[in-house]
């Protein structure tokens, strides 16, 4: 079966939203996919809005404007109110529940979630910039559409040097942090369905 995915990942500027949207679409491109990144700004300082869209796929991908996702990865309120109604039937987000009330997460089956409290992971990790590589773990752990060796391979392409070592620590911590939730809460351990391209037999 054809592998395709779409997510938007979305978070307050300076949160690393378009870091690790950059950091998929390289390990998309390293597993031989066919990938888009599309950063969208907001005001241009720390404390505005920042998300962008990423869509990997082995075949041609029609279109890198994805109004409706497949997946979500949430790092603060406003982006969940932006985005959770736009999210697919059997779709999953994976949601920073240290800046998002778990109560406001749609409830009911329609979507499926997994809370991960990213700051409270960075703190125990000793740094508190890695809220966005452990939320990018999760999500890795929760899809399986690229590795995370090959997302950990990919660190040196966007960020400096010093900081790959913490930052591989922190895409693993998120990574084992969704993993544990997923045992514990089998529905929201699901998949999202690869969706088939036309083109597919």
Do not use: H, W
């Amino acid at each position: 079966m054809k592998r395709y995915m779409d997510v938007i990942m979305a978070g307050f500027g300076g949160q690393g939203v378009l870091l690790i949207g950059n950091l998929l679409a390289y390990a998309g491109m390293r597993e031989k996919m066919n990938v888009t990144y599309i950063p969208v700004y907001g005001v241009e300082m720390r404390g505005g809005t920042a998300n962008c869209t990423v869509v990997l796929s082995d075949e041609e991908i029609g279109s890198p404007l994805i109004n409706s996702p497949k997946s979500l990865i949430i790092l603060n309120r406003p982006s969940l109110d932006k985005f959770q109604g736009r999210l697919v039937d059997g779709g999953l987000e994976i949601v920073n529940s240290s800046l998002v009330e778990p109560e406001l997460v749609e409830k009911g089956g329609r979507v499926r979630c997994v809370l991960v409290p990213a700051n409270k992971l960075a703190d125990e990790l000793g740094n508190a910039r890695a809220v966005n590589t452990i939320m990018l773990g999760a999500y890795v752990a929760a899809t399986g559409m690229v590795n995370l060796a090959t997302v950990e391979g990919c660190l040196a392409s966007v960020m400096k040097p010093k900081i790959v070592d913490i930052n591989v620590k922190a895409l693993r911590m998120g990574a084992d942090y969704a993993k544990k939730q997923m045992a514990a809460a089998p529905v929201a351990a699901k998949k999202p369905a690869v969706k088939k391209s036309a083109t597919a037999k």
